[in-house]
């Protein structure tokens, strides 16, 4: 089989890429997704709050999704549903397997990868106690309950005040649920605020901040947790244990990007985001590998992953019909004071649209501060910011005219308490 893009998953990242790459003038384009139909994790997400950047709308999740999947149908592209990628090997040819087809060879001349997120489980965060049913990440027990149709628990503790922890207390709630505490290790949520405000205090749920799950406890079901107060070394705090009487816990404590296809690839990830390396055309560093979603950062809007991944179909489709335009120049990013990462990592002047993005995340929380952007040591532009936090990814737009070719580094960082 021989495609010129092949997109790896079918959530909105792979749909918008896909859709965006056909509206450029590729029409040999195939979307390859494991599940059993298309719109990746939107699917699960039944509450609202999706496309108030792209359509000036609350959606929920499925009506997001069905836009774009709609949209693909019409457009005639091709897509396997229930396909696994196994492997991406050399000159972009990819290995995957489902029922009907086999195990199947595909050759392509650009590669979009857009593979999403997977949940940290209690493994990755090893909580001491015995090892009874009743602990889930919070997206299983989502898709449980909202695709699957079964109710995961009655009384229950959620650990982490992520947007997936918050979403479900609000869920389980509703379902009939009694969710007596979510604990957060940190000294602030790492959801966003109206979700705080919407998922927890409308509902009277207590939001545990710089607490931690130490104990989980039962034999075959989980009859208890206890909750301990932490340090400002998140080291739990002797005597502040708390013991709640439960018979779910779930684990919202973080998403780790899918990238174990694009390391066989070849492609640098950044171990900062845990995703590939990309350039302002969302190219990683193995010539026309693109890449987009949350495969490449954690992305809490699915607003944003749509306007990356149009940026990613858009310049796979050039990449394929060969219309790019020469680029020498590499800008690299940088994050200096109170900065986690910036996507992309580098950018290429040549490559520009006349305005540019550049996405990222703070390290803490902020309130009157201000982010400076300076190109080689020289501030460029400054975003006063009334509030930042974490959970919140920062989106900074700039021009093109601020820059040149002979620029060597972008730089952004955090100046506190602006008077
Ligand atoms: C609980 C929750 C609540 C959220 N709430 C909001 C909200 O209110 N508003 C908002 O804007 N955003 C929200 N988001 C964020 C938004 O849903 C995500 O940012 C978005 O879904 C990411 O899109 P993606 O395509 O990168 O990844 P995904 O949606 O995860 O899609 C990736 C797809 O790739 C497939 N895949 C992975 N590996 C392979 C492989 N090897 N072979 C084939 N297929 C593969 C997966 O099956 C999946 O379908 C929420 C997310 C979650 C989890």
């Known amino acids: 089989m021989n495609y010129d893009i092949v997109v790896i998953g079918g959530g909105p990242a792979g749909l918008a890429s896909a859709i965006e790459a056909h509206k450029k003038g590729v029409s040999s384009i195939l979307v390859i997704e494991r599940d059993r139909e298309l719109g990746g994790i939107l699917q699960q997400c039944i509450h609202n709050g999706f496309g108030l950047h792209i359509f ?30 196994l492997e991406i090997g050399e000159d972009k040819c990819i290995k995957a397997m489902n029922e009907i087809d086999g195990f199947m060879s595909i050759k392509a001349k650009a590669i979009i990868l857009a593979m999403g997120c997977r949940e940290r489980t209690r493994g990755a965060i090893a909580i001491p106690g015995t090892r009874p049913a009743g602990v889930f990440s919070a997206g299983t027990a989502q898709r449980y309950l909202n695709m699957e149709g079964y109710m995961v628990g009655k009384r229950v503790v959620i650990l982490g005040s992520g947007d997936i922890g918050l979403i479900m207390a609000r ?9 007596l505490a979510v604990a957060e290790l940190m ?3 790492g959801g966003l ?18 607490h931690t799950v130490t104990e989980i406890k039962g034999k075959d079901r989980v009859s208890s947790v206890v909750v301990s107060k932490v340090d400002a070394h998140m080291k739990p705090i002797a005597g502040t244990e708390v013991e709640y009487e439960c018979d779910t816990l779930l684990l919202s404590v973080g998403l780790i990007p899918e990238n ?82 910036i996507v992309p990592q580098y950018i290429r002047f ?8 550049l996405f990222m995340r703070v ?52 100046i506190k308490e602006v008077v």
């Open 56 to 85: 000036r709308e609350e959606l929920t999740g499925p009506e997001y999704a069905e836009r774009f999947i709609e949209a693909l149908k019409a457009m005639g592209i091709e897509y396997k549903l229930d396909t696994m990628v």
């Open 171 to 179: 869920r389980m709630t509703l379902e009939g649920a009694k969710v």
């Open 187 to 189: 000294p602030y949520s």
């Open 193 to 210: 605020t109206r979700n705080i405000v919407q998922c927890l205090n409308d509902f009277d749920i207590p939001l545990l901040l710089s």
């Open 260 to 341: 174990e296809l694009s390391k066989q690839a070849g492609v640098e990830i950044d171990p900062r985001t845990s995703g590939p390396i990309v350039n302002e055309s969302m190219e990683t560093t193995v010539e026309g590998i693109f890449a987009c979603g949350n495969v490449v950062h954690v992305h809490d809007l699915v607003d944003f992953v749509t306007a990356e991944s149009n940026r990613a179909g858009a310049n796979a489709a050039k990449y394929v019909i060969e219309s790019r335009k020469k680029a020498f120049s590499v800008i690299n990013t940088y994050s200096n004071e109170g900065i986690t990462y």
């Open 350 to 357: 040549e490559n520009l649209e006349d305005k540019f993005n």
């Open 363 to 414: 390290k803490k929380v902020y309130h009157n501060a201000k982010m400076v952007v300076k190109a080689d040591g020289v501030t460029i532009k400054e975003f006063k910011k009334n509030h930042m936090a974490p959970g919140e990814m920062e989106n900074l737009v700039l021009e093109k005219s601020l820059l040149n070719e002979s620029i060597k580094s972008l730089t952004v960082e955090v």
